[in-house]
């Protein structure tokens, strides 16, 4: 099975991180986690994009705030997916971060999910890397299933509290 990066820009994007590390871990996809700069350890973070493939690595997950380039500066250096989280933080509380990270020129694309949606950018990547590995696509339906399961239980306990207060 192909590895995941978890590649952040400040270990203070490690709480978001860690949504993401614990649903892939919870599907069993290897991965691993790194601090990199777009800004203060460029060749680094290019270094770690160029040779992500040989390495293993089948998408990159990169979280950032504030201007956040780390996902662009990756993405630059990989055709490997990239997702990107924008982390909430800093005068505009994101928003900043949200458009460094969506805003992409045409050729370099990177995926981008919610502010803080390290969870989400985690099943992203876990469906990319099913495209070409069954079992892990059975895992994913079998996690929608589950969910869906939980949202129908909590309408039925609605249902009923509200009943009962009625």
Same mark, same amino acid.
């Given at each position: 099975?192909?590895?995941? /990066?978890? +590649?952040?820009? #400040?270990? #203070?994007? =490690?709480?978001?991180?860690?949504? /993401?590390?614990?649903?892939? #871990?919870?599907?069993? +996809?290897?991965? %691993?986690?790194? $601090?990199? #700069?777009?800004?203060? @350890?460029? $060749?680094?973070?290019?270094?770690?994009? !160029?040779?992500?493939?040989?390495?293993?690595?089948?998408?990159?997950?990169?979280?950032?705030?504030?201007?956040?380039? =780390?996902?662009?500066?990756?993405?630059?250096? @990989? @055709?490997?997916? $990239?997702?990107? $989280?924008?982390?909430?933080?800093?005068?505009?509380?994101?928003?900043?971060? !949200?458009?460094?990270?969506?805003?992409?020129?045409?050729? +370099?694309?990177?995926?981008?999910?919610? !502010?803080?949606?390290?969870?989400?950018?985690?099943?992203?990547? /876990?469906?990319?890397?099913?495209?070409?590995?069954?079992?892990?696509?059975?895992?994913?339906?079998?996690?929608?299933?589950?969910?869906?399961?939980?949202?129908?239980?909590?309408?039925?306990? +609605?249902? %009923?509290? !509200? @009943?009962?207060?009625?």
């Amino acid at each position: 099975m192909k590895k995941v /990066a978890i +590649i952040m820009g #400040s270990d #203070s994007d =490690l709480p978001i991180a860690k949504k /993401a590390a614990d649903m892939l #871990s919870a599907l069993e +996809i290897p991965y %691993e986690a790194h $601090v990199y #700069s777009a800004h203060r @350890t460029p $060749v680094e973070a290019r270094d770690f994009a !160029l040779s992500a493939r040989e390495n293993g690595f089948g998408a990159i997950i990169a979280f950032a705030g504030m201007a956040a380039h =780390l996902a662009g500066a990756l993405a630059a250096n @990989t @055709t490997l997916p $990239v997702i990107g $989280v924008p982390c909430k933080g800093g005068a505009q509380d994101g928003m900043d971060a !949200l458009l460094a990270t969506v805003q992409m020129p045409t050729g +370099i694309p990177v995926a981008t999910v919610a !502010l803080n949606g390290g969870a989400n950018a985690a099943l992203l990547a /876990a469906q990319i890397i099913a495209v070409e590995d069954k079992a892990l696509a059975e895992k994913l339906d079998n996690k929608r299933k589950s969910d869906a399961a939980a949202v129908l239980e909590k309408d039925k306990n +609605i249902g %009923e509290r !509200l @009943t009962a207060n009625g």
